[in-house]
């Protein structure tokens, strides 16, 4: 094994750097920290810290901007657990299991669940990033725009699933989330649709509407409880899941890693869609489906596990075809151009020995990732034990200053509030809160896309069904958009049908 | 807790009235001290996200830029609007040099289109930092080894040509247009979210060519994916003498984007001329010509009165091509 050798000669390399490690360790805590916090988002994390790298080594630099990447992803759980804040779109998907769980009385157990699948995701992400880079780096370029539209005809189906209890519900917010997805610059003629006149509506202002969604929306229900703590358990418990408990979640960790990495290699698609479409494997899967979304470990393992696993393959495309899949990886490739180092096919052949160290410090970063994030969750969960009256004036103050961190923009703020009431209706008429953050991730994938594919075709609609690909999709879109209906239809047959017989049984 | 309120309230009104004080002072005195300019550290808002190539400009500039004024810079994003709202808030930005911006050559373009308040004459320009031209890129196992041989192909096969661009009405767009008026052929012009997914998917097969600069595409080119036929420069690239420019192929077209220093038009000159001088030693300090040079972006410094010229005849260019093309409004 060539790889092998290349990567024990990185650890060797590594552990001469003090330095280095040191700094991917700052990276890892800063990134958690960012990721907590509504509205800093990795993107933002990494981008702040790049100018401070410019002085470093290169393994120094870049692993300081890996910490805070991965960091940045796993963090967006712990606030989304403990208070329904997700602190990246990502975390909005672990919130819907990870929060009911708080609400049992099990935030510990959520919060080591979210840990350790985030770091079996991401380490094994990096493992296949590894092994894998060169044989994998090809299916990135398979996918064209039709490809997306399909991927994103998928995640939307994913509606069906994350409704809870009623599905109409569910549709109606997310058609409710495509309708406000259609706000802003047409993504194609770049004409602008139901802005106003405001020109801070040309981007549909996403990230305010999540926050408003949950965050906002939840801390102005619990304005409405007169009780003064939050009425969940005072003290954490055990964080450390039993194992029997989650060697019984493994499966799911390993299917939402495999997706996650498949996911992260797509051009475009990132953690948010990944946490998602994981998450509704993992609900496919089950035996006990109806758990999901009243507080399923699993749900809160698959999530994670995804979304974490999505780090290792937008890492692979940009190292090796020189292609950012995300906003993260665009600032990445940056930094690495920055050291004198060109991403791309040359890289691993000119530069091995740095790659393979940076791989090793990778490695060290999830690592790292465990033993912080294990370490702090105590220290966190004490945010629980919290009077109401300083937490929910605390929590609506981080909605707001993370949403104008992001553009800077009060109108940004009116959004989120605005975004806050709605999702407080939403909650009280039992309306899920999910199907619309999906629908505004998906959405204008979507149509971008599906308009993209046609200017390629030249007009023409043979992709739908002479790509295999997008075939293969939208197969699985329509299942899972008709499944649960013909599952309950049948089920309810054969009910009527027993009941008919047994009725009959009794007349002879 | 009463103590502490009370203490707190009068920090706050304390803080309040100083605050006050201070902006009231400056804008009673504000012309005597212009000669003090910078008083208070200068803030420069870059329309383009965290991390982007004018971002990367920006943050670069202002770190040279500390050198050369007695105050520090501070580079804050103000996103949206593809560039709109950050050019806006530069436009409306209170004339007095403590907020400048980072101009690119979309205040040439959003004008037209009907999406912006602001005009190029808004603007004073300090100083251009960087341009980057057009060019025409295609796959290494592309037939056409010559950009006469792909001209010759899109005119023979009108509309079958797809060229990837960042976005409709962005400035790569604009450049395939203008090639297009320019050489009679017919393209089928796709837009992508930026320049990143159009070389995605020139890579994948899924189009023939891009217009995107040579820096975006370097880093396939440097590995024999890509080829590149034409730059739409008055020079060749310096990175990339090889490639012939669209003039020496007897096409007369050159388009660029640039970005640089501008600030709200009545700024007092003495302030606009503060910052020229130090804009000229920051852009010729040799650290921030590394920095771009690391960055693959190219150092194209020109003071204000040049620069003014080049967005003058950008805006004309453009003004008249999205006209012709039916984009202007």
Not at chain 1, 156 to 164: C, R
Not at chain 2, 13 to 25: D, E, I, P, Q, R
């Amino acid at each position: 094994m060539h790889e092998l050798d290349l990567l024990m000669n990185g650890f060797v390399t590594l552990a001469s750097n003090p330095l280095a490690l040191l700094l991917a360790l700052v990276g890892v805590a800063l990134g958690i920290f960012i990721g907590a916090l509504p509205g800093l988002t990795a993107t933002m994390g990494v981008a702040i810290l790049l100018p401070f790298t410019f002085g470093m080594d290169p393994v120094s630099g870049l692993l300081m901007i890996s910490g805070v990447f991965f960091g940045g992803v796993y963090g967006g759980s712990v606030t989304a657990i403990l208070l329904r804040i997700p602190g990246t779109p990502a975390a909005a998907a672990t919130a819907m299991d990870g929060f009911e769980l708080t609400r049992k009385g099990m935030a510990g157990v959520a919060l080591g669940t979210a840990t350790l699948s985030s770091f079996l995701g991401g380490t094994a992400s990096i493992i296949v990033l590894i092994f894998l880079a060169p044989i994998l780096a090809g299916f990135a370029l398979k996918f064209s725009a039709s490809e997306s539209f399909a991927l994103a005809v998928f995640g939307l189906s994913i509606i069906a699933s994350i409704s809870g209890r009623s599905v109409i519900k569910g549709l109606i917010a997310g058609f409710l989330g495509l309708l406000i997805a259609t706000v802003g610059m047409d993504p194609m003629d770049g004409f602008p649709r139901f802005t106003g006149g405001y020109t801070e509506l040309f981007n549909v202002p996403f990230i305010p509407v999540m926050i408003g969604l949950f965050a906002a929306a939840e801390a102005f229900k619990t304005l409405e409880d007169p009780k003064v703590r939050l009425g969940m358990a005072a003290a954490l418990g055990r964080i450390i899941p039993e194992w029997a408990t989650f060697r019984r979640l493994l499966g799911t960790v390993a299917r939402s890693t495999g997706l996650g990495v498949a996911i992260g290699i797509i051009p475009g698609a990132g953690a948010d869609i990944a946490a998602y479409v994981a998450y509704n494997e993992a609900k496919r899967f089950s035996k006990t489906p109806e758990n999901y979304g009243k507080g399923e470990l699993a749900g809160v393992a698959a999530c994670e596990s995804g979304a974490n696993g999505c780090t290792g393959g937008a890492l692979l495309t940009m190292l090796t075809l020189g292609i950012p899949g995300d906003a993260v990886t665009a600032v990445m490739l940056g930094a690495l151009t920055l050291q004198g180092l060109q991403p791309g096919p040359l890289l691993f052949k000119e530069h091995a020995e740095l790659v393979f160290t940076l791989f090793a410090g990778m490695l060290f970063c999830y690592v790292a990732m465990l033993v912080i994030g294990l370490g702090s969750l105590r220290f966190m969960g004490r945010v629980l034990q919290m009077p109401k009256s300083v937490l929910t004036p605390v929590i609506l103050l981080l909605c707001i200053v993370g949403t104008y961190a992001i553009n800077n923009s009060l109108f940004d703020i009116g959004i989120m509030l605005a975004a806050g009431v709605a999702g407080y209706f939403m909650q009280k008429w039992d309306f899920p809160a999910s199907p619309v953050v999906l629908a505004l991730i998906m959405g204008p994938m979507a149509e971008a896309n599906f308009r993209r594919a046609l200017s390629l075709s030249g007009g023409s609609y043979d992709f739908l069904y002479t790509r295999p690909i997008t075939v293969v999709l939208l197969t699985i879109a329509i299942l899972t958009l008709f499944l649960p209906l013909v599952k309950r239809w049948r089920s309810h047959r054969a009910e009527t049908r027993q009941t008919g017989a047994a009725s009959s049984l009794n007349q002879a | 807790m009463k103590v502490s309120t009370r203490l707190t309230r009068t920090v706050l009104t304390a803080g309040l009235s100083a605050g006050m004080l201070f902006a009231g002072a400056a804008t009673i005195t504000g012309g005597a001290l212009a000669a003090e300019y910078p008083a208070k550290p200068v803030e420069l808002i870059v329309p383009y996200a965290a991390g982007g190539g004018t971002d990367l400009v920006a943050r670069a500039f202002a770190d040279a830029a500390k050198k050369q004024l007695p105050q520090s810079m501070g580079v804050v994003n103000k996103t949206g609007g593809g560039g709109a709202v950050g050019l806006t808030e530069i436009m409306a930005a209170r004339p007095d040099g403590y907020k400048i911006g980072m101009g690119t050559v979309e205040i040439t373009l959003l004008p037209h289109m009907g999406v912006a308040r602001f005009t190029v004459d808004d603007f004073t320009p300090i100083a251009r930092l960087n341009a980057e031209p057009s060019a025409i890129t295609v796959k290494a196992d592309a037939p056409w080894k010559t950009v006469e041989e792909f001209l010759e192909h899109a005119k023979a096969n009108p509309g079958k040509v797809r060229i990837g661009n960042s976005g409709t009405g962005a400035i790569w767009h604009l450049a395939a247009e203008a090639l297009e008026e320019k050489t009679g052929t017919t393209f089928n012009h796709v837009p992508f979210d930026g320049a990143n997914p159009a070389v995605t998917s020139l890579l994948g097969g899924h189009i023939e060519a891009v217009s995107v600069s040579p820096a975006e595409v370097s880093s396939q080119l440097a590995a024999g994916q890509l080829r590149m036929l034409a730059v739409m420069a008055e020079q060749r690239s310096k990175t990339f003498p090889d490639v012939p420019t669209l003039k020496e192929k007897g096409v007369d077209l050159s388009v660029a984007t640039w970005r640089g220093i501008v600030v709200p038009k009545k700024t007092p000159a003495a302030v606009v001329d503060t910052l020229r001088t130090a804009s000229k030693a920051a852009a010729e300090d040799q650290a921030f010509r590394d920095q771009l040079a690391k960055m693959n972006l190219t150092w194209a410094y020109a003071d204000g009165p040049e620069f003014g010229q080049v967005m003058q005849k950008d805006n004309a260019f453009f003004k008249d091509l999205m006209t012709k093309l039916g984009m202007a409004k």
